[in-house]
């Protein structure tokens, strides 16, 4: 009767590992979803500001402070700089996405975008 009792509580525990990990996975799914509307931010900052202007990356540090906890930076060859009309930027988002629940180190992620400038 023993080793049933002891085989139940390995199942709870073993089942509530299992959801603890599948409630982990989603956490951190959702978490990753946030790249997208990010970089549609990113690209409004290049298409309003000529480029990655000093002004543009401010407003997108800004931007990445306030609705993501600063989990975003952007790295680019053209940084800092303004563009001419309809030239095109290549970035790379750097992210960093934590791990929820379970203690795990956080994923650190890039993502790459590419932007026109609308400025004349």
Do not use: H
């Amino acid at each position: 009767m023993q080793e049933q009792s002891v085989m139940e509580i390995i199942k709870w525990f073993i089942g509530l590992i299992m959801i603890m990990t599948m409630v982990s996975i989603g956490l951190f799914c959702v978490r990753l979803q946030d790249i997208n509307t990010f970089k549609q931010q990113v690209n409004y900052q290049i298409e309003r500001k000529g480029g990655l202007t000093t002004e543009a990356v401010e407003a997108i540090d800004k931007y990445s402070a306030t609705n993501y906890d600063g989990r975003f930076t952007i790295e680019s060859d053209k940084l800092n700089q303004k563009v001419s009309y309809g030239e095109e930027i290549d970035y790379t988002i750097k992210a960093t996405i934590p791990i929820q629940i379970l203690p795990l180190p956080d994923v650190s992620l890039s993502f790459k975008g590419n932007s026109v400038s609308q400025i004349r």
